[in-house]
């Protein structure tokens, strides 16, 4: 029993000693001067060794080495594990001094990570997320004017992107639709465009409401009709309440759209003219006269 005892104790103590303890010296300060020199991979997989096994490393020494470690990944361009580690330090250190500099790297990493416009938005919004965050609590950083560019630079893409749905819905046919995001993209991001670009798509889009409609409008105008032919026919009263009551909402709908595209039409000319007036060397100045003149031809019949 004793010689098995200590054959335990002996195997323990071989095992034990197997195990390399490692140190701050060997792993951090190393690590970090092959970082200074440009070395990377190899001070990237220091730095991890000192994060999570060295012994003697202090909270102060790991909050740099996670620092020096983000930073690796972003200089190497994998902006996605930029990300990953950038994120942990905010929520760890969020006091630490390099927060302005972490902040400014995470709008660029997710900007960079960002599809092209005619997809999600998720990241490019991160992007302006953390830019308005560095700029409103840090607003003496030096990076604040680098900030102020990846704004704009995410705009534009949100514009695209917008231009890109209102683009969309024209090819479909859909024009109010079309009218509302290129509306909506002229009054939100009137730096990232083309002004006259946009607002000819405006005016285009509201004179040709009536094709996104012209089918519902025969639908409802049909209906009615055959509600007016069973209103004649009823004789009981409650049937006849409940006919009348369809026949009035149908009614009210067809009233929606006919308006709809009578203001669009009339919307279109003022926009029309006030463009020709704001950009009277638009490359789109003779489409928009086009379209003036369409007006006025529709308003002789």
Same mark, same amino acid.
């Given at each position: 029993?004793?010689?098995?005892?200590?054959?335990?104790?002996?195997?323990?103590?071989?095992?034990?000693?197997?195990?390399?303890?490692?140190?701050?010296?060997?792993?951090?300060?190393?690590?970090?001067?092959?970082?200074q020199?440009?070395?990377?991979?190899?001070?990237?997989?220091?730095?991890?060794?000192?994060?999570?096994?060295?012994?003697?490393?202090?909270?102060?020494? !790991?909050? =740099?080495?996670? #620092?020096? +470690?983000? $930073?690796?990944?972003? *200089?190497?361009?994998?902006? %996605?594990?930029?990300?990953? /580690?950038?994120?942990?330090?905010l929520?760890?250190?969020?006091?630490?001094?390099?927060?302005?500099?972490?902040?400014?790297?995470?709008?660029?990493?997710?900007?960079?990570?960002?599809p092209?416009?005619?997809?999600?938005?998720?990241?490019?919004?991160?992007?302006?997320?953390?830019?308005?965050?560095?700029?409103?609590?840090?607003?003496?950083?030096?990076?604040?004017?680098?900030?102020?560019?990846?704004?704009?630079?995410?705009?534009?893409?949100?514009?695209q992107?917008?231009?890109?749905?209102?683009?969309?819905?024209?090819?479909?046919?859909?024009?109010?639709?079309?009218?509302?995001?290129?509306?909506?993209?002229?009054?939100?991001?009137?730096?990232?465009?083309?002004?006259?670009?946009? !607002?000819? =798509?405006?005016? #285009?889009? +509201?004179? $040709?409401?009536?094709? *996104?409609?012209?089918?519902? %409008?025969?639908?409802y105008? /049909?209906?009615?009709?055959?509600?007016?032919?069973?209103?004649?026919?009823?004789?009981?009263?409650?049937?006849?309440?409940?006919?009348?009551?369809?026949?009035?909402?149908?009614?009210?709908?067809?009233?929606?759209l006919?308006?709809?595209?009578?203001?669009?039409?009339?919307r279109?000319?003022?926009?029309?003219?006030?463009?020709?007036?704001?950009?009277?060397?638009?490359?789109?100045?003779?489409?928009?006269?086009?379209?003036?003149?369409?007006?006025?031809?529709?308003?002789?019949?």
């Amino acid at each position: 029993m004793k010689k098995r005892l200590t054959a335990v104790v002996l195997a323990f103590a071989v095992v034990s000693c197997g195990e390399k303890v490692v140190y701050k010296g060997e792993t951090f300060n190393k690590g970090l001067e092959l970082y200074q020199k440009g070395e990377y991979d190899d001070a990237k997989e220091l730095l991890k060794e000192a994060i999570y096994k060295a012994k003697d490393m202090t909270t102060t020494d !790991i909050m =740099k080495a996670r #620092y020096y +470690l983000a $930073n690796i990944y972003f *200089q190497q361009g994998n902006y %996605i594990d930029a990300i990953v /580690e950038f994120e942990e330090f905010l929520s760890l250190y969020p006091t630490a001094p390099q927060v302005p500099e972490v902040l400014y790297k995470l709008a660029v990493s997710y900007l960079k990570i960002s599809p092209s416009p005619d997809r999600d938005l998720t990241y490019i919004r991160k992007a302006m997320e953390k830019a308005e965050e560095l700029i409103d609590n840090y607003p003496n950083s030096p990076y604040v004017e680098e900030a102020k560019k990846i704004i704009q630079q995410a705009k534009k893409i949100e514009a695209q992107h917008l231009i890109n749905i209102a683009d969309l819905y024209e090819r479909l046919q859909k024009h109010y639709s079309a009218s509302v995001y290129y509306q909506l993209v002229f009054e939100e991001y009137p730096d990232q465009i083309k002004q006259d670009f946009v !607002i000819y =798509k405006i005016a #285009y889009n +509201l004179l $040709n409401v009536d094709k *996104q409609y012209t089918d519902r %409008i025969k639908e409802y105008k /049909e209906r009615i009709k055959k509600l007016e032919e069973k209103i004649k026919k009823e004789k009981d009263i409650d049937k006849k309440t409940v006919l009348m009551n369809r026949k009035k909402l149908l009614e009210k709908h067809l009233s929606v759209l006919e308006k709809r595209i009578d203001e669009g039409k009339q919307r279109a000319e003022e926009i029309i003219k006030y463009a020709l007036q704001q950009y009277p060397n638009s490359q789109y100045k003779k489409d928009m006269e086009k379209l003036l003149e369409k007006i006025k031809q529709e308003e002789k019949k």
